[in-house]
């Protein structure tokens, strides 16, 4: 299926917007989609495009100011908010391609009045930190402080908001509670066309809050945000590749850089055309992957661009390996790992081909 090599992921794009709908059954907000780092590895453009006309998604959200601009070109015309700090010598581009910007620090204020020069305001969001200690302003004088000093014909103050460090987590609710408390206390009576603080994680995990649109990351993309297996949401990114070679080895011989493995028989080793340099980490050694109904063992240390399974006689030559899909979940495979299926995604490099399909057909 794949144009140049067997190795590609498949994402599922109809996925995306059943989760969208699921969440929204529960939420009752708009959206804002969180559609950095390339969608999570997904691929911007495609999921921009699918979620563009959807009623629920009334924004987006990225990361730089790169991926805000390469979505304008790519013909959104929704509110793009970038969540992250930008250089502000390129503050003519964020009112050229109206790009709303994060407003983060009384410093980060001062720079864009110093700089500023232009006919139309800066549309910003106003971030609050409640326990992060990542972007933000830490209190209600800090908030009172930047919202009086805002020259109105310089900034548009469009939205406020608040990120969660422990949504996930039902062991610490109350850190949780804290946050949105604070979150609440510092907006006091403020009125702002968008206020949001909940991610995935607060959507799924806890009640609703008085914000009135909400994040949603690594849930659109069908992954429970604590890492679980997720039976609601449906995972949008399969990976999959094909058997290049199978060899059968004496007992006694080794496989792969360092001779890590050791065949304690006479074994069917596979060679599958997929490597570090692909996202799939060299950690991945001794994991396993989905072939005809079966689960095989990665041996011998994963190189960049392969890595050797082994096997026995049922596989053949072209047979298709899942690395992660139906079988063998980001889930189950981030705690395998030790990480979290963000981390699985977003390291899906550009060279391995994205196919897409709409409803079983490839789009
Ligand atoms: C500020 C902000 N909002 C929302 C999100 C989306 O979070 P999630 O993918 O857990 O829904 C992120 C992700 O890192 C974020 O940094």
Request: charged share 25%; glycine share 6%.
């Amino acid at each position: 299926m794949a144009q140049y090599r067997d190795t590609y992921a498949l994402i599922q794009l109809d996925y995306l917007e059943d989760n969208v709908n699921t969440l929204y059954q529960k939420v009752q907000k708009p959206m804002m989609a969180i559609i950095k780092a390339n969608a999570y590895g997904h691929g911007y453009q495609q999921v921009a495009n699918i979620l563009k006309d959807n009623p629920v998604i009334a924004m987006f959200g990225v990361a730089t100011l790169k991926e805000a601009i390469d979505l304008r070109k790519a013909g959104i015309d929704k509110d793009i908010l970038v969540l992250g700090a930008i250089p502000l010598e390129d503050l003519d581009m964020v009112i050229d391609y109206d790009i709303t910007l994060t407003l983060y620090s009384q410093e980060y204020m001062h720079e864009i009045i110093y700089l500023y020069h232009h006919q139309k305001p800066v549309k910003v969001h106003i971030k609050i930190d409640t326990g992060m200690n990542r972007l933000g302003f830490k209190t209600k004088e800090e908030f009172e402080d930047v919202l009086s000093a805002c020259p109105p014909h310089i900034f548009q103050i469009d939205g406020v908001f608040t990120h969660f460090a422990t949504a996930d987590d039902a062991m610490q609710n109350e850190a949780y509670q804290q946050q949105l408390n604070g979150f609440n206390e510092i907006i006091g009576s403020h009125q702002f066309k968008y206020i949001h603080c909940q991610n995935s994680a607060a959507m799924i995990y806890h009640d609703t809050t008085k914000s009135n649109i909400t994040r949603i990351g690594i849930a659109l993309y069908g992954v429970d945000p604590a890492g679980e297996e997720c039976k609601t949401l449906k995972q949008a990114m399969s990976l999959y590749t094909k058997v290049a070679m199978i060899k059968q080895i004496k007992k006694g011989e080794h496989v792969g850089y360092g001779y890590t493995y050791q065949a304690l028989e006479d074994e069917y080793i596979a060679t599958l055309p997929i490597g570090y340099a692909d996202g799939f980490i060299r950690a991945n050694q001794g994991r396993c992957v989905y072939i005809n109904g079966k689960e095989y063992p990665i041996v011998g240390r994963v190189c960049m661009d392969q890595m050797m399974v082994k096997v026995d006689k049922d596989v053949k030559v072209h047979d298709e390996v899942e690395i992660f899909g139906e079988h063998i979940s980001l889930a189950r495979m981030a705690k395998e790992l030790k990480t979290i299926p963000y981390e699985i995604t977003c390291l899906v490099s550009e060279r391995v081909e994205r196919i897409y399909k709409y409803k079983d057909k490839i789009v």
